[in-house]
């Protein structure tokens, strides 16, 4: 679906659809007390870094302005200006499942995904990442938006009018590039057919459009990964010498981690789920081995910034919680970010700082020569010393979110249950709730008021409009 008319990227439009009460700043703060038991509390402008002032417009009674702004360059449009004979192309390989625990750039012993670590030593891995929410058509948002989904486990993103400006895939279009997203699962899984309009791609490849024939319906709702490999390699061809812009969202270690018929399978651990999840990790590894090696093969590498992700991490049981959806300790939000490529660094660079998927878009942006307008609450991995704070939330409505500042790490279960706090340097894995140790009960009590002030500035900005991005 080729656009036959340029349109300024990230402009808004009137706001339309659905409308929500928004409080204004000190009906928030005294809602936002008034849902805790105790504890000092730090004045709400003040517990958020990123969100400064929640004004009278983010009750959509006048234009909505961004409550979550990190990069501004002061206008409203995407513009590219690199030359169109210098531009890269970029591939955007969304890992499915791939919690940075088992994965071999952060567990050098686990050879799960050597090709992965291969690619960080070639590259750049980003030491410390976080998803914003661990489920995928949420997480979609926030690796080809630079956006934190709305709040609410419905997947309003999918539909027209609810993205607050333009995506990546979009501002790439309109400079000249194919874009295509692919991936082996059905098309009509979470409304992901709508979901890739909204993100603003133009071509969309699922399982319903992949020959079938020799390749293992692994998933109970698509195929193994290796059936994506020659319709993508194929399209790229077909871009000739214009740049391009290929996302991959695998499937295979999706729960209920299905190893593919054929596949060699090793034994890393007693526990036969937890065996199955980490060979559909090698799996998909060596087919992004393939595909990056596809790319070699027609030369494309030195002209192609690759980058890997994961959506999302995986629970095992290791807080009473399994898959990923409301697993909101480390292995359910900590994943590897991995890019090769040019701009990227000698090889071997490891970003330090607390990061997260919302840091993708405005560092690729960055690398092509792209210039955002208006705003996005991440920053530049390559030029930037990471967030003083990350939010992150469960998928399911008022069930768990936490807060990272530093090293210590503040969980709120709503009434479910005590908040937790961690110091994630002498406890990675969070067997130990520290929270009534020293200062961590008043940490926690700010931490709360933090993620509930987040979460309101994040649904104000859905509740304020859109920028209608791909909605033609």
Not at 138 to 159: D, Q, R
């Amino acid at each position: 679906m080729r656009r036959s008319q340029r349109q300024p990227l990230g402009s808004a439009s009137p706001p339309r659809g659905r409308r929500r009460r928004v409080l204004g700043p000190h009906a928030l703060a005294a809602e936002l007390r008034s849902g805790l038991r105790a504890g000092p509390l730090l004045p709400l402008l003040l517990s958020l870094p990123l969100t400064l002032a929640l004004s009278s417009s983010l009750a959509c009674q006048g234009p909505c302005e961004s409550a979550t702004t990190a990069v501004d360059d002061g206008g409203d449009e995407d513009i590219l200006d690199t030359p169109p004979d210098e531009r890269l192309n970029v591939v955007i390989v969304v890992f499915e499942s791939l919690r940075a625990r088992s994965a071999t750039p952060h567990a050098p012993s686990l050879q799960t995904t050597p090709f992965l670590g291969s690619l960080a030593e070639g590259g750049a891995l980003v030491d410390t990442a976080y998803t914003v929410l661990p489920h995928t058509s949420k997480a979609l948002v926030s690796i080809f938006c630079g956006l934190y989904p709305e709040v609410v486990k419905a997947v309003n993103e999918a539909e027209p009018g609810v993205l607050p400006r333009a995506c990546l895939a979009q501002s790439l279009s309109e400079g000249g590039y194919g874009t295509l997203f692919i991936q082996p699962a059905r098309p009509t899984f979470e409304n992901r057919a709508s979901m890739v309009e909204r993100l603003g791609f133009e071509e969309f490849l699922s399982a319903d459009d992949l020959p079938h024939a020799g390749f293992d319906e692994s998933s109970y709702f698509g195929y193994e990964d290796d059936i994506m490999l020659a319709p993508a390699l194929e399209w790229v061809d077909r871009q000739g010498d214009d740049p391009f812009f290929l996302a991959v969202l695998t499937l295979t270690p999706h729960h209920d981690y299905g190893v593919p018929l054929g596949f060699p399978t090793t034994p890393f651990v007693a526990d036969r789920t937890l065996n199955n999840y980490l060979n559909t990790l090698a799996y998909t590894d060596r087919f992004i081995g393939k595909l990056h090696a596809g790319l070699e093969d027609r030369g494309l590498l030195e002209s192609t910034l690759f980058v890997v992700t994961g959506d999302h991490g995986e629970g095992f049981g290791e807080h009473g919680r399994t898959q990923h959806d409301n697993v909101i300790w480390e292995e359910g939000l900590r994943v590897p970010i991995v890019l090769s490529g040019p701009g990227v660094g000698p090889p071997g660079t490891v970003v330090d700082g607390l990061r997260q998927t919302i840091d993708i878009v405005p560092t690729v942006a960055s690398l092509l020569g792209l210039q955002l307008g208006g705003t996005l609450p991440g920053l530049d991995l390559f030029g930037s010393a990471g967030h003083e704070r990350l939010f992150a939330t469960c998928w399911a409505n008022d069930r768990c979110m936490a807060m990272l500042e530093g090293e210590r790490k503040a969980i709120y279960h709503y009434e479910a249950r005590s908040p937790e706090v961690f110091d994630l340097s002498e406890d990675p894995l969070e067997r130990t709730n520290i929270v009534d140790e020293g200062d961590n009960r008043d940490f926690a009590d700010d931490a709360i008021a933090a993620m509930l002030g987040w979460k309101q500035a994040t649904n104000a900005e859905y509740a304020c409009g859109s920028s209608d991005a791909a909605s033609d």
